[in-house]
Structure formats: structure tokens, C-alpha cells
């Protein structure tokens, strides 16, 4: 190759490789050391542990039923919250889709929670829920969805939905962008022709809207999920957890046994798990939609 | 479009009313119990407007406590990590946009997978990674990891800026004397001037936000950011709402203030690139 | 200015071959057309002379210097796009200045050089106004322009007539080549109009899957073509091309043969022809459609008129002999329509012989 021609093939590395070489430094390699901490006895506070102890911690979380509780957990809170998200989500973005007078105000008014830091956001709603200060716990009262004016995070049955609400208010507007985008992407002229076909409101909703937002759609929810499922942020701040490790998804599961028991190695081996799962609910999806595209 | 009857426009406004008060009324109780004073805390509650408001609360935050250190703190690490990552992403963003090459696949594929895993899977190696290279209690420590975090995301924003100018601006550039690189700053940098706008401002929220690693990486209250000085604070002050409030009203200021200007460019950026899936 | 040399040029992608052994001599100041339709390679070629693509082999020479590893802005060359890609940041004066500016000469050289350029091309009210602010038209002029003011070896135009409406294109062709003419500047042409080709050029490179097929003045294109497609692209409405077969008649002693070429059961004239044609006589007949005369129908040859197409100068008559299509132009006004029955007569001189399985013109 000619020295110029060199030259050329290299260009593309000298734009991408400082972001790539910074990636591996702090993402890449501490994912894979994370990995291999799994396998091995890790305790911040023991200088002497880091002995190889194959499967031991994958032994002991099977048996450790805080574990399947944060299992069945993540599950609740990443179905609950990406439904929730979506579902509203859609909502407001074929509300946003109609030219109306005031709409870029109350576009940049209902968008204004994602700009919110998550911490501020769990605190916020942590305080709302709180009888002391908030207004909640006396309005759910009212309306007899609560026997008294508790707070909910105090109630091992349904304190997860506490998070749950502070994650759907938060997440709403990235979802209604993403959506209003794809609805705005729709050419106006195929309603036009459907309409002159004699098709109402609900049945271009369902042949038009919903088919030209499926491929949107797939893609945002299926990242959307798993980072949710990765999101331990809410919970840690708004209920640590508790009461009794009853909101505990497998994410802030991981991170207490890092932070407050410092046993690197069992918490990296929870995480291995959580990868594992995410990485099979990832192929399970890509599977079933090359079977559908198929089927088309 | 067709014309709507006087119901629909009923419903469609009062779900959007809807929708409005839910987005903002948490903001807004957060704001009104900043300024009620102390002593009508408990026995005003509910009421949603105190009798008489006060500025005592935010008077004590910034003057009495370690709020403005936290503050500054999280100022210095999220503009050095927007910046930083800013700087890192449109290079990269740059690259995917205008070159096919054969790396090109893997590289993309390794910053998507960097999206996916749970990051407090590596809290445990980045720290004992950090404490040797004394980078633990360290605004540096913090920028660094940042940075690393928010790379991917900003690269694949700036590149969808980047594809919505066609390529024959460098070429022209080129041919009248300029070298890419020189193209790349002195024509299609200026060019991107609201994507550069709009990413340095998600970069600058995101590393705002950020709780679990700060959490964990530092220890001493001389170099805590915001979220974890507030959070230390309400650990320990756990019935002094007033102020609390108060801290998290100014914590929201310069996002908000961030999110206002560069909605728009947000929106634009994102919808060039999340149409595309 | 200077003499492009391209010597055995070849561009591959991957396993497509792109461009196949290009040879082309331009001369010093030579007006040269690259032609074709799209996936030809012409644009290709013109930004592998610019420096845009990396040359797969071959040779590319300016003057005497070799520039196959030279960047494009070491070439000394400059470029009109189709979308003119003027920066949209700056105003006409700074597009037309950068280029000026980078080589590091003073603010007054540049501001002269722009000035003289700007008054050539008569755009002086438009120094100061950005791209967005400009027709069509006048943003053409602009990219000429910025090229101008470089004084380059050589100027390189993709096609940048394509986005202006027919009437401005016809005077954007004038204007071009007067200009070039004025500056003497060695230019290279790309379009897939064969119009702006026939007007414009000194020669035309016609183009087709990556080879070039012919090369010549645009006279030599039109009369002598070298094969069915060259025969086919050049000239409007397109020459016609009528299956038939060669009656061998008598070879006279210089090597030539006479044959009467037959469509059907009619006989369309006698040719002479040195080359030898297939055993089965099969052959495949070319003649332009404004070379086809009117005769009575008694004499000369029967049709039936399929359709008229008055185009003001003259009509085009779709007609059907012995059952093939063909189309004839003639300015004469006409008292036949539709069905009827016409007669046309052709000079055995216009017919063109081809190969009808290469393609390839037998002469």
C-alpha cells in the first residue's frame, strides 16, 4: 500500500479511537475484571480475600431468597414502569401531534421532568409520599385507596410502586419525543386517502398509526427495558431498598452489597446474572422478530 | 386534516391539562414547602399555598451549610465532562458519519453494548481501579468516569447531526486547499454549532444526575457533588424539610435553565436519530 | 493550465470493476465531455482526477507531474457540484475568498481577484448576501466563481446544470462555455444530457458500464459512431434501429462489398461495407429519424403512421415498417393523420450497419 493510501485508511481511526480507547479503559476492562470478581472473593475491607472460589457465590445467591425477591422485583418494576411510560407516553405525543395555540409551551412544560436530575426526582416524590410533608398520603386517604394517611413506602406490599410512579413521571417525555418524531415521520397524505376511503378515527389509528410506529417502537422499548432493568438510582434513594429489602430490584440489590456489605465478589456475581438475563431477553426479542419478518 | 367538533378539543385539552399538572405540580409542591416558613410546616400540611412564605430556608442553605461547596463541586464535574465528552463524541460522531471502514462495525457495536449492561456491575472494579491512581475523592476521578459513561450516547447524537450535512462541503473544502481536518473545524464544525449546543447540554444533565458512582468513589465531603451532599444532608437532617427543599429548588436550577435553552436542538437531534431506530 | 493525461485508469470496488482501462489525452485548454447514463463511471472518473477516490491502477497525469498520490488540494484542480456546495455559513465574498486565504495571500490580492472574478460572472450585488439567499442561478455562478478566482490547472464540472429548470439551463450552457473560452482554462465536462455534450464540447467521452465507448469531436459521435450505444445516446429524437439482413450482392476489388440490405420483403437501400458481416446476413440497421424523407407511397417505401407529434418546429411520425417501430422528423407540414398510409424514401448513404449481437459498428 502507498503512503497515501495509507494515510487514508487511517483517518477514520484518528477521529474514533481516543473516544474508543477511553471507552476500553474505564468500561470495557472493569466489565471484564467485574466478570472474573464473580469467581473470586472479593471483600474491600479483607486484604487478604481474593481467592478463586469458582462457583461459591453463585451457589449462595440460588439459596439466598433476597435475591429471588429482587429477581421477581426487577420484573414488576421494569414491566410496570416501561407500560406505564409507553402506553402514556403514546398518549401525549398524539396530543402533541395537533397544531393547537400555546403548543411549544406546553410541549416544553410536560418535557420539563426529564431535565430533572433522577435523584431530585426520587427525593421529590419520596417527599410527597411523606404525611409529614406531602399531600399524598392524605389525598390516596380520601379517595380510599389507603386505610390511613401512611406513606406508601412504608407498606412492604406496595412500596415499590412508589419508584415506579417517580420513574413513569420521569420517563414520559423521552418516550412522547421519541414517538411524536415517528408520528411527525408519517406522510400526511396516506390519512388523507384513508379518510377519503372511508376510514374513521380509531381504524386509521389502528392500520396506519400503529404499523409506521412499529419498527420505532421495537427498537425504543427493547433499550428502554433493559435500562430501566439497570436503573437502581430511584429505589436506592427512595426507599434504600427497604422496608425489608421488598423493593429491592437485582440493580440496587447489586449496588448495597458493594456499598454497605463491600462484598465485591457476591455483588459481581448478581451482576453476571442480571447481564446474562438481559443478554438472553435481548436475543429472545432479535428471535421473534426475524421469525415475524419472516412470517411478512 | 379534517375539522373537529367542539368536544374533541374538550378531551384533547383536558388531557393535556392533565398531563401538565402531573409534569409540574411535584415541582411546584417542592417549591412551596421551600418557602414556608417552619413553623406552619405541620400544621399547614396540605394547604397549597402557605399563609405567609419565607426565604429563611434558602438564606440558611447557602449561607450555613456545605451546599455552595456541593454545588460548586457538581458545576466543576459536569461542564469538564460536557466539554470533554462533547470534544470526544463529535470526533467520533464525525468518523462514523463520513468514513466506511471495517473497525466501523465493531466500534459501533462496543459503544451500543456499553448502553446495555447494568452499570453498577463495574462500581466494584472502577473503584479499585481509581484508589491506586489516588483518582478516588477526586473531581478528576469523577470527570474521567463521566466521561467514559456519556461518550457513547453523545457519539451516536453527534453523528446524526453530522449525517444531516452532505459530504460535499469538505470535498469543495478539499479542493480549494484545506485538509480534512481543517475542513472538519473551519466548515462543518461551525455548521453543527446546535447539535454541538445540544449535546454538550445532555452531557451537562446527565453528569449533573449522576448519584451511585459519586456515591461510591467518594467519601469525604470536600469533593461530593450535589446528589450526594443532598443526600448526606437528608440522612442526617431528615426532619428539616424546609431547607432540604430549598436545596433540591437550586439543585433544579441550572438544568432547568440548561433544558430551556436547548429543548428544541434536543428534540431535533434525537428525532433525526431515534426515527432511524 | 495545463495537458490531463489519463493512461490506462482503472477504479474497482470490492470485486465491481467501476472504471475499465481508461485512455483519454486532453489538451491544454480543451473543452472534453464525460457522457453517459447513471452508473457509467463518469462521475467517478472526475472525482478520481480530483483527488475524491483512491485510484485502484492507471495513471493520472497534469502537465508532466504524475498525481495519483497527491491530495486533492495539492492537485491544483478545482470543482463545480451538482449541488455547488457553497458554504452556507459564509457569504458569496468569503466562499469565493477561502480557498485564497488558506494559500496565505494578502487581503488585497484576494480582494482583486475576487472583485475581477465577481465582475466577469456579473455578480458584484451578490458579494455580500449568504447561499440561502440566492437563486439557482446565481448560486451556479458563485461556485464558478469560487473555482475562478483559484486559476487552477483545471476546472472539473459534475454536473451542474442538473437542478436548473430547462430555460435556465440552455443559457447556463452558453455562458459556461464563453466563459471558458474567455479563461482558456483545460475543462473537463460531466452530464448525462447528451444535448449539453453536443453543444458544449470540443470532445465527448461517451461512457457506459465503466468503459469508454468512443472518442471524439461531437460531429464524429453524430455521424460516425462506433457502436449501438454511442449511436443510440447521441442525437434527439434517438436514432432508430431496425433489424434486418444484408443480400450479398457483389464484392468490388478494393476489398469492399455491396449488399442490399432487406426488412422484411422491402429493400431499404444498397450499402458498401469492408468488414465482414455475419454468415446469416443478420444485421442490425441504424438511420436518424431526420434523415427519413417523405415520398409518395407509391414510390419507395410503405407505412402506416401510428401516431404525430407536433413539436412546432416540425412533427415526429411514429410509423410501422414490416411490423418494427420507427420514428421519422421532418419539418415539412404534413395532410396525413393517424393510419393513414405514407410513403418515405432513405438515402443509402445514412444507413449505419451494426453487429446485432456486439453491438459493434461494421463499416
Redesign the interface.
Known amino acids: 500500500m502507498t503512503w497515501r493510501g495509507a494515510a487514508r485508511a487511517a483517518e477514520p481511526y484518528f477521529y474514533t479511537l481516543p473516544a474508543v480507547m477511553l471507552i476500553c479503559a474505564v468500561m470495557l476492562m472493569p466489565l471484564l475484571i467485574g466478570l472474573t470478581y464473580a469467581f473470586h472473593d472479593v471483600r474491600l475491607l479483607d486484604p487478604m480475600s481474593g481467592d478463586f472460589v469458582g462457583l461459591e457465590h453463585f451457589r449462595e445467591l440460588n439459596a439466598d431468597p433476597a435475591f429471588w425477591n429482587a429477581l421477581r422485583n426487577t420484573v414488576t418494576w421494569t414491566a410496570a414502569s416501561v407500560t406505564l411510560q409507553f402506553g402514556l407516553g403514546l398518549v401525549l405525543a398524539l396530543l402533541l401531534n395537533r397544531l393547537f395555540p400555546g403548543r411549544a409551551l406546553v410541549q416544553l412544560l410536560v418535557f420539563l421532568p426529564w431535565a430533572i436530575p433522577s435523584f431530585l426526582s426520587g427525593l421529590n416524590w419520596a417527599w410527597l409520599f411523606n404525611p409529614v410533608v406531602g399531600p399524598l398520603p392524605y389525598w390516596l386517604h380520601a379517595i380510599g385507596a389507603m386505610a390511613d394517611a401512611d406513606n406508601l413506602l412504608s407498606h412492604p406490599r406496595h412500596a415499590l410502586w412508589g419508584p415506579i410512579i417517580a420513574n413513569v413521571w420521569w420517563g414520559i417525555p423521552f418516550f412522547a419525543i421519541t414517538l411524536l418524531a415517528a408520528l411527525q415521520s408519517i406522510p400526511a397524505d396516506i390519512y388523507e386517502a384513508a379518510a377519503i376511503d372511508g376510514a374513521g378515527p380509531w381504524i386509521r389509528f389502528r392500520r396506519i398509526t400503529l404499523p409506521f410506529l412499529a419498527p420505532t417502537m421495537a427498537i425504543t422499548i427493547l433499550l428502554r427495558t433493559v435500562w430501566i432493568a439497570n436503573f437502581a438510582d430511584l429505589i436506592v434513594i427512595m426507599t434504600k431498598g427497604g422496608p425489608a429489602d421488598s423493593t429491592q430490584i437485582l440493580a440496587s440489590y447489586i449496588f448495597t452489597q458493594a456499598f454497605q456489605r463491600l462484598d465485591f465478589g457476591y455483588a459481581s456475581a448478581v451482576a453476571t446474572v442480571l447481564l446474562a438475563l438481559l443478554l438472553a431477553y435481548a436475543m429472545a426479542l432479535m428471535v421473534l422478530r426475524a421469525a415475524l419478518m419472516r412470517r411478512n | 386534516?379534517?375539522t373537529h367538533g367542539k368536544s374533541y378539543?374538550a378531551i384533547?385539552?383536558l388531557?393535556?391539562a392533565a398531563?401538565?399538572v402531573?409534569?409540574?405540580f411535584?415541582?411546584f409542591?417542592?417549591l412551596k414547602?421551600s418557602i414556608t416558613p417552619n413553623d406552619l410546616?405541620?400544621s399547614e400540611?396540605?394547604r397549597l399555598w402557605p399563609s405567609r412564605i419565607t426565604a429563611d430556608h434558602y438564606a440558611s442553605v447557602i449561607a450555613h451549610s456545605q451546599f455552595p461547596l456541593f454545588f460548586r463541586n457538581s458545576v466543576i464535574v459536569a461542564t469538564t465532562t460536557a466539554l470533554f465528552s462533547t470534544l470526544?463524541?463529535a470526533?467520533?460522531g464525525?468518523?462514523?458519519s463520513?468514513?466506511q471502514?471495517r473497525?466501523?462495525f465493531w466500534?459501533v457495536g462496543?459503544?451500543l453494548i456499553?448502553?446495555?449492561?447494568?452499570?453498577?456491575?463495574?462500581?466494584?472494579?472502577?473503584?479499585?481501579?481509581l484508589k491506586p491512581l489516588g483518582l478516588t475523592n477526586s473531581l478528576a476521578g469523577l470527570v474521567?468516569?463521566y466521561?467514559?459513561?456519556n461518550?457513547?450516547f453523545a457519539?451516536f447524537l453527534m453523528q446524526s447531526f453530522f449525517d444531516a450535512i452532505?459530504k460535499?462541503?469538505e470535498?469543495?473544502?478539499?479542493?480549494?486547499?484545506?485538509?480534512?481536518f481543517?475542513a472538519f473545524r473551519k466548515?462543518i464544525v461551525?455548521?453543527t454549532l446546535p447539535g454541538l449546543a445540544a449535546t454538550v447540554g445532555f452531557v451537562f444533565?446527565a453528569a449533573?444526575?449522576e448519584?451511585?458512582f459519586a456515591?461510591?468513589l467518594n467519601s469525604s465531603s470536600a469533593a461530593s457533588t450535589f446528589?450526594v451532599g443532598?443526600?448526606a444532608f437528608?440522612s442526617k437532617f431528615s426532619?428539616d424539610?424546609g431547607q432540604?427543599?430549598a436545596a433540591?429548588v437550586l439543585?433544579?436550577l441550572p438544568?432547568?435553565l440548561?433544558?430551556?435553552f436547548i429543548?428544541r436542538y434536543l428534540?431535533q437531534g434525537?428525532?433525526a436519530g431515534?426515527?432511524k431506530? | 493550465m495545463a495537458a490531463i493525461r489519463i493512461h490506462e485508469l482503472c477504479k474497482s470496488y470490492g470485486d465491481a470493476k467501476v472504471l475499465r482501462s481508461i485512455n483519454l489525452d486532453i489538451d491544454d485548454g480543451e473543452f472534453v465531455v464525460l457522457v453517459g447514463p447513471s452508473g457509467c463511471g463518469k462521475s467517478t472518473l472526475l472525482r478520481l482526477i480530483a483527488g475524491l477516490e483512491a485510484i485502484t491502477s492507471g495513471e493520472i497525469r497534469i502537465g508532466e507531474r504524475v498525481i495519483n498520490e497527491l491530495a486533492p488540494k495539492d492537485r491544483d484542480v478545482a470543482m463545480v457540484f451538482q449541488s455547488y456546495a457553497l458554504y452556507p455559513h459564509m457569504t458569496v465574498r468569503e466562499n469565493m475568498s477561502f480557498s485564497l486565504k488558506l494559500k496565505g495571500q494578502s487581503r488585497d490580492r484576494i480582494a482583486a481577484a475576487v472583485d475581477a472574478a465577481a465582475a466577469k460572472l456579473e455578480i458584484q450585488e451578490l458579494l455580500d448576501r449568504k447561499p440561502r439567499a440566492l437563486s439557482g442561478g446565481q448560486r451556479q455562478r458563485v461556485a464558478m466563481g469560487r473555482a475562478m478566482v483559484r486559476e487552477p490547472k483545471a476546472f472539473l464540472f459534475d454536473e451542474p446544470l442538473s437542478n436548473l429548470d430547462a430555460r435556465l439551463r440552455e443559457q447556463m450552457r452558453y455562458e459556461i462555455r464563453k466563459l471558458q473560452r474567455d479563461l482558456g482554462t483545460t475543462s473537463i465536462y460531466v452530464t448525462h444530457d447528451q444535448i449539453e455534450a453536443m453543444t458544449m464540447a470540443d470532445r465527448i467521452v461517451a461512457m457506459h458500464e465503466g468503459i469508454a465507448q468512443q472518442i471524439g469531436t461531437p460531429a464524429d459521435l453524430y455521424d460516425d459512431p462506433a457502436n449501438l450505444f454511442v449511436a443510440g445516446f447521441i442525437g434527439s429524437p434517438a436514432m432508430n434501429f431496425i433489424e434486418a439482413t444484408l443480400v450479398h450482392e457483389r464484392a468490388a476489388a478494393d476489398g469492399v462489398t455491396h449488399s442490399m440490405v432487406m426488412v422484411g420483403s422491402e429493400r431499404l437501400g444498397m450499402v458498401q461495407h469492408a468488414a465482414a458481416v455475419r454468415k446469416d446476413g443478420r444485421v442490425t440497421v441504424g438511420i436518424r429519424p431526420e434523415r427519413i424523407a417523405l415520398g409518395s407511397p407509391a414510390a419507395a417505401l410503405a407505412t402506416r403512421i401510428d401516431l404525430l407529434e407536433p413539436t412546432g418546429l416540425g412533427t415526429v411520425l411514429h410509423l410501422r415498417l414490416a411490423g418494427q417501430r420507427i420514428k421519422m422528423f421532418t419539418t415539412e407540414r404534413l395532410t396525413a393523420g393517424v393510419k393513414d398510409a405514407v410513403g418515405i424514401a432513405v438515402h443509402p448513404g445514412d444507413l449505419l450497419l451494426f453487429d446485432p449481437d456486439t453491438g459493434v459498428r461494421v463499416r
Not at chain 2, 114 to 129: D, H, K, N
Not at chain 2, 171 to 180: H, I, P, T, V
Open positions: 386534516m379534517e378539543w384533547h385539552y388531557l393535556l398531563f401538565v402531573f409534569a409540574l411535584p415541582l409542591w417542592l414547602v410546616l405541620y400540611g396540605v470526544l463524541a470526533a467520533a464525525y468518523g462514523f463520513r468514513f471502514f473497525a466501523k466500534i462496543l459503544m456499553t448502553q446495555m449492561f447494568p452499570l453498577v456491575m463495574i462500581i466494584a472494579p472502577i473503584f479499585r481501579l474521567i468516569v466521561t467514559a459513561f461518550v457513547p457519539s452532505p460535499d462541503l470535498e469543495a473544502a478539499m479542493l480549494d486547499g484545506a485538509n480534512r481543517a466548515i461551525p455548521l444533565t449533573w444526575s448519584l451511585l456515591l461510591m446528589p443532598l443526600l437528608v426532619v424539610f432540604m427543599m433540591g439543585a433544579l438544568v432547568c440548561f433544558f430551556v429543548q428534540v434525537l428525532t431515534a426515527v431506530g
